[in-house]
């Protein structure tokens, strides 16, 4: 299994890493003690810095910031929106009025009036006109076919349909009406009349049966009128007498509900108003003055523990920071400015060394020279050109234009000449750029540059390197030192509060919570439940001696009959079987 398994591949940052010799082992080491150094003090103060700033953050930016923005809402946008909503959109809204009152007057009613004015008009004349062609060319034709051809023959067609329907149809019809049908129907009414004679008859005798039991009905119901009257009369003369009595018994019960109405105000007064008056006076004042007395305490205790607090804080953070200030850190950035500057010299004057005083020198010593010399060289040669020219001019104007032979010749030894001379110039030009600007440009760049470059390098890396450990062995410092802090201050405030509240005010409002507060509140209680209960008797007692007096008044309420019909509802379910039925007919109760 293990053969099966693919080499793991060397790590590329060790193949790539380049090798490092013992001075950068040697520069390494003493740059991250001075950094560390360096480093330690700043990482602390900005580790305070930043949590100072968070808290300032929190607790005072952000709700300067929001009333701030209240503020401002309060100055700048309140009175705007007032404006717009008050004075700019009334002023809007007129003035869109009327710029659409403008607009119609401008775009609508023109158009509207060319509309009704010019081209109704004129579409109803042109309607009129289409609609005469229309007729003449498709209605009035059919029409005159309609009227001279079509209506002609219907008619006829009619004439002719009528002339069978009374001579075939209607006639037979009448016919069977004459002869058949009125014989039978004078024969069926003799006979109804006979049948309705008889009903009248029977009818008549219904009649006088009916108003001889309507005349014995009439007798009866005068006689139970008059008794009707004489009960209404005794009647009356009892409902008077009950009204008489009803009235004194309305007295005695009024009486009787004034004297309810102050006994039961003073045991109102009684249950809820003079144990409240009490409690407040002899319970709640006294419990309010301990209160105010212990919360002034306790604010003095407050006041103390604040001006300690604000002391110890002053003497642990304040004055620290300030020594650290005045001691660590201003120093330390004098000399980190100090630092700085001669750091910032010697870098400008490398950069002099390296990169401006070599080529002010080859350009004073070497450029200024060789260009003299270049000129020198060239206005020579030019002079000597100058001259052959002039001689080869004479020659030529001398010799004329017949020699052309010669010329030919003495062209092509000039054009030799001139190109050797060429030649040479280009040769020297070559060698002399050559040697004062690329071999100096190559050793400067191979012995100096490079070197130099590399060293830069390395010392930049582990810079880098060591302000990066530094950054972070600092980081854990300042960690250790703010939890060390940390700690102190839990031990100095935190913990003391904490003990003396579990301590302390934990028993001591557990005591007052179960000596005052629950005996308090079970004897209120008490109270209203006693109070409940003695207006449900009083209630009782009303309820019942109404109930005697209506019984003593009226007499009892009789009992309802069984109705006829029972309620028709579905049966009761049968109960479930326990230990102690059971459903046989032997051992049923």
């Known amino acids: 299994m293990d053969w099966e398994k693919r080499p793991t591949p060397a790590e590329p940052a060790a193949a790539e890493q380049p090798p490092e010799g013992c001075l950068v082992a040697a520069i390494r080491i003493p740059v991250r003690i001075v950094v560390l150094v360096l480093v330690v003090p700043i990482r602390l103060a900005w580790d305070a810095v930043a949590a100072g700033g968070r808290v300032m953050w929190r607790r005072c930016l952000v709700p300067l910031a929001r009333g701030t923005g209240q503020l401002l809402r309060a100055v700048f946008v309140v009175p705007w929106v007032w404006l717009w909503v008050r004075a700019l959109?009334?002023?809007?809204?007129?003035?869109?009025?009327a710029l659409a009152w403008l607009g119609r007057a401008l775009f609508v009613w023109p158009w509207v009036a060319l509309w009704r004015r010019v081209l109704v008009p004129v579409?109803?004349?042109?309607?009129?006109?289409?609609?005469?062609?229309?007729?003449?060319?498709?209605?009035?034709?059919?029409?005159?076919?309609?009227?001279?051809?079509l209506a002609p023959a219907g008619r006829g067609v009619r004439t002719v349909a009528l002339w069978v329907w009374w001579r075939g149809v209607v006639a037979s019809v009448a016919w069977w009406y004459l002869r058949v049908m009125t014989p039978a129907g004078r024969g069926i009414a003799w006979l109804a009349r006979?049948?309705?004679?008889?009903?009248?008859?029977?009818?008549?005798?219904?009649?006088?049966?009916?108003?001889v039991a309507w005349a014995g009905v009439v007798a009866v119901g005068r006689g139970v009128g008059w008794f009707a009257r004489v009960v209404g009369a005794a009647l009356a003369a009892v409902g008077r007498g009950v009204a008489r009595l009803a009235s004194a018994v309305w007295a005695g019960v009024t009486a009787?509900?004034?004297?309810?109405?102050?006994?039961?105000?003073?045991?109102l007064r009684a249950l809820f108003v003079?144990?409240?008056?009490?409690?407040?006076?002899?319970?709640?004042?006294?419990?309010?003055?301990?209160?105010?007395?212990?919360?002034?305490?306790?604010?003095?205790?407050?006041?103390a523990l604040g001006a300690g607090?604000?002391?110890?804080?002053?003497?642990?953070?304040?004055?620290?920071a300030m020594w650290l200030h005045a001691h660590a850190l201003t120093p330390l950035g004098r000399g980190i400015v100090l630092l700085a500057r001669g750091a910032a010299t010697a870098v400008v004057w490398l950069a002099k060394a390296l990169f401006v005083w070599p080529w002010l020198w080859l350009h004073a010593r070497v450029l200024v020279?060789?260009?003299?010399?270049t000129a020198f060289l060239f206005k020579l040669v030019g002079v000597h050109l100058a001259r052959a020219g002039r001689a080869l001019g004479a020659g030529l104007a001398w010799l004329g234009v017949g020699a052309w032979s010669g010329l030919a010749w003495l062209g092509r030894a000039v054009w030799t000449g001139v190109a050797w001379l060429g030649r040479g110039v280009w040769t020297v030009a070559v060698t002399l750029v050559r040697w004062i600007f690329v071999l100096p440009a190559v050793a400067l760049w191979r012995w100096v540059l490079v070197p130099v470059g590399r060293a830069v390098v390395v010392l930049v890396r582990e810079t880098g390197d060591a302000l990066g450990h530094a950054w972070r062995v600092a980081g854990h410092v300042s960690r250790a030192v703010g939890r060390f802090l940390g700690r102190l201050l839990r031990w100095i405030f935190v913990d003391p509060v904490r003990w003396a509240y579990r301590s302390v005010c934990?028993?001591?409002?557990?005591?007052?919570?179960d000596s005052v507060w629950r005996p308090a509140a079970r004897a209120v209680k008490d109270a209203g439940r006693s109070a409940r209960q003695a207006l449900a008797a009083a209630r009782e007692s009303v309820r019942q001696a109404r109930a005697d007096v209506r019984r003593a008044l009226f007499g009892a309420k009789r009992a309802e009959p069984e109705p006829l019909v029972r309620d028709r509802r579905e049966p009761d379910p049968p109960q479930a079987r326990t230990l102690g039925s059971s459903t046989t007919a032997l051992t049923k109760d």
Do not use: C, I, K
Not at 89 to 97: N, Q
Not at 260 to 266: K, Y
Not at 310 to 317: C, F, G, N, P, S
Not at 369 to 373: D, E, Q, T, Y
């Open 89 to 97: 959109a009334p002023a809007a809204r007129g003035a869109g009025a």
């Open 123 to 149: 579409g109803r004349g042109l309607a009129v006109a289409l609609t005469w062609t229309g007729r003449a060319l498709f209605v009035w034709p059919w029409v005159a076919l309609w009227r001279y051809v």
């Open 194 to 211: 006979g049948v309705w004679v008889g009903l009248a008859l029977v009818g008549r005798g219904v009649a006088r049966l009916a108003s």
């Open 256 to 267: 009787a509900g004034r004297g309810l109405r102050v006994g039961g105000v003073w045991l």
């Open 274 to 303: 003079w144990p409240w008056v009490w409690l407040y006076a002899r319970v709640l004042v006294p419990l309010g003055g301990g209160t105010a007395w212990l919360a002034r305490g306790l604010a003095a205790a407050g006041r």
């Open 309 to 320: 607090l604000a002391a110890l804080l002053r003497a642990l953070v304040v004055v620290p």
């Open 369 to 373: 020279p060789a260009g003299r010399a």
């Open 506 to 513: 934990t028993p001591l409002g557990h005591l007052v919570r």
